[in-house]
Each structure stands twice: as structure tokens, then as C-alpha cells.
């Protein structure tokens, strides 16, 4: 049973209880905790999706040795990164390359990835000031996916909109060209390879920790019991009475 049940069971014990707020003490709460049993292996499994979702290859592979989780194609997580390392660093048509190394139908399947990676392409070609390539691309690539769906058709002419501003710090799509934009068009590119190898496009553990502070405020209105409030440490601290 993980941290989160822990807190939500004790939340449904204390709503049975009196409407005035119960203290538990730091000796009760740890009591709590000590009985009950979370396997190794889970938390192993937790561990390691963070760290292949993510990316981190080298520290996957010396966490399988070290825990003996079951083998991991440390190969296909290194391919995966590179294209969103590519993606990154602005060199779009070589992300583009190496996804369809990986596997054709990802962009074959998933017109909006394509388009965004297109998107992607022609901001890098604006932010270069290849104007003339930027517009004759715009026109060939893009205009075409536009006249067939209306979202890409404004996305597009927000793309555009930066053209027509020599100063891109009071242009109102100034944004597309943050380094932010090719983060968001990275994630997107890493969450479509994940889901073709059969892999959860998102880490589990950050979703836990968000349940859990969930619980945490969802406890609150009900007790007083020592908290965790530094998630980095998990250190409890003492209920204020």
C-alpha cells in the first residue's frame, strides 16, 4: 500500500470521527506507517520508470544492477533521447530523421506530432532570418495541413505573425521562439515514442506525489498530525496544535 492510501485511510477514519479536529501524535502517525508493508520490488518499479521515462540512461542501467530489476533496452532510450535532444537544440529535420528510424508510423499515425515538428522547423527557420525559406516552406509544408484542419491553419498564422515584427519583444507571439516552445515540442516528441514501445508517456512517480499532497490538504480540515511538507526529504514534521 503506497503513502497515498496510507493518508486517504486515515482521512476516511477521521470523518467517522467528531467534528472537531483530531491530534495524532508523531508517535501514533509513525506507528501507522510502520504497519504497513510496501514491497521492494514496487518501489524498485517505481524508481526505474522515472528514470527510463526520463531518459536518465546511465543511471537506469546502474539502478538495474544494483536492485535487479528485469532488463531494460537501454539502446532504445538512448535513440529516444537523441531525437528529443535534437528537437532542442533546434535541429528539427534531424529529429525528424531519427524518429522515423526508429519507427515510421509514429509521424504516420500522428498528423498533430508531424504538424508540430513542421511548426517546430519553420520557427527555427524565422529565428535564423531565412525569411524567404521560411515563407516558401510555410506555403509548401504547411499551408496545405492548414486548408485541412482549422487549429493548424491558426497555428500557422500565429508562426507567421513573427515576420512581420523586426522586434520580436513586442511581438505578440513572441513566445513561439522561447526555448520553451522547442521544450513543449520535445515532450511531445518523447511522449509519441514512449506510447510506441508500449511505455507510459508520463513518470508515475511526480503523479503520486501530487495525490499525496492532495491527501495532505484533504487531511487538514480534518486533523492535525505531522506532516510532510519538504518533499525532497519526506521529513515529517510535527502536528501545530
Same mark, same amino acid.
Given at each position: 500500500?503506497?503513502?497515498?492510501? @496510507?493518508?486517504? &485511510?486515515?482521512?476516511?477514519?477521521?470523518?467517522?470521527?467528531?467534528?472537531?479536529?483530531?491530534?495524532?501524535?508523531?508517535?501514533?502517525?509513525?506507528?501507522?506507517?510502520?504497519?504497513?508493508?510496501?514491497?521492494?520490488?514496487?518501489?524498485?518499479?517505481?524508481?526505474?520508470?522515472?528514470?527510463?521515462?526520463?531518459?536518465?540512461? =546511465?543511471?537506469?542501467?546502474?539502478?538495474?544492477?544494483?536492485? +535487479?530489476?528485469? &532488463?531494460?533496452?537501454?539502446?532504445?532510450?538512448?535513440?529516444?533521447?537523441?531525437?528529443?535532444?535534437?528537437?532542442?537544440?533546434?535541429?528539427?529535420?534531424?529529429? @525528424?530523421?531519427?524518429?522515423?528510424?526508429?519507427?515510421?508510423? @509514429?509521424? =504516420?499515425?500522428?498528423?498533430?506530432?508531424?504538424? &508540430?515538428?513542421?511548426?517546430?522547423?519553420?520557427?527555427?527557420?524565422?529565428?535564423? +532570418?531565412?525569411?524567404?525559406?521560411?515563407?516558401?516552406?510555410?506555403?509548401?509544408?504547411?499551408? !496545405?495541413?492548414?486548408?485541412?484542419?482549422?487549429?493548424?491553419?491558426?497555428?500557422?498564422?500565429?508562426?507567421?505573425?513573427?515576420?512581420?515584427?523586426?522586434?520580436?519583444?513586442?511581438?505578440?507571439?513572441?513566445?513561439?521562439?522561447?526555448?520553451?516552445?522547442?521544450?513543449?515540442?520535445?515532450?511531445?516528441?518523447?511522449?509519441?515514442?514512449?506510447?510506441?514501445?508500449? &511505455?507510459?508517456? =508520463? !513518470?508515475?512517480?511526480?503523479?503520486?506525489?501530487?495525490?499525496?499532497?492532495?491527501?495532505?490538504?484533504?487531511?487538514?480540515?480534518?486533523?492535525?498530525?505531522?506532516?510532510?511538507? =519538504?518533499?525532497?526529504?519526506?521529513?515529517?514534521?510535527?502536528?501545530?496544535?
Amino acid at each position: 500500500m503506497s503513502l497515498f492510501w @496510507i493518508v486517504v &485511510h486515515q482521512l476516511a477514519e477521521i470523518e467517522a470521527m467528531a467534528a472537531s479536529k483530531k491530534v495524532i501524535t508523531r508517535e501514533e502517525w509513525e506507528k501507522k506507517l510502520k504497519d504497513v508493508k510496501i514491497r521492494k520490488e514496487d518501489m524498485n518499479k517505481l524508481v526505474m520508470n522515472f528514470l527510463v521515462t526520463e531518459g536518465y540512461v =546511465d543511471a537506469a542501467e546502474k539502478f538495474r544492477k544494483e536492485s +535487479g530489476t528485469e &532488463h531494460i533496452d537501454l539502446a532504445t532510450i538512448t535513440e529516444r533521447m537523441a531525437v528529443k535532444k535534437a528537437v532542442q537544440c533546434g535541429n528539427v529535420e534531424d529529429a @525528424i530523421e531519427k524518429v522515423n528510424d526508429l519507427n515510421p508510423e @509514429i509521424l =504516420d499515425t500522428n498528423p498533430q506530432l508531424f504538424f &508540430h515538428l513542421q511548426q517546430q522547423r519553420l520557427i527555427e527557420l524565422i529565428r535564423n +532570418g531565412k525569411v524567404e525559406e521560411a515563407l516558401e516552406f510555410a506555403q509548401e509544408e504547411l499551408a !496545405p495541413r492548414g486548408e485541412e484542419n482549422q487549429s493548424f491553419l491558426e497555428e500557422l498564422e500565429r508562426t507567421v505573425a513573427l515576420l512581420a515584427f523586426e522586434d520580436v519583444n513586442n511581438c505578440p507571439v513572441g513566445e513561439l521562439l522561447d526555448i520553451s516552445q522547442r521544450l513543449k515540442t520535445a515532450s511531445e516528441v518523447n511522449a509519441a515514442i514512449l506510447t510506441s514501445q508500449s &511505455h507510459e508517456k =508520463d !513518470p508515475k512517480l511526480p503523479s503520486l506525489l501530487k495525490m499525496l499532497l492532495w491527501a495532505q490538504n484533504q487531511l487538514d480540515e480534518k486533523a492535525a498530525y505531522p506532516r510532510i511538507n =519538504d518533499l525532497s526529504t519526506a521529513k515529517l514534521e510535527d502536528p501545530t496544535v
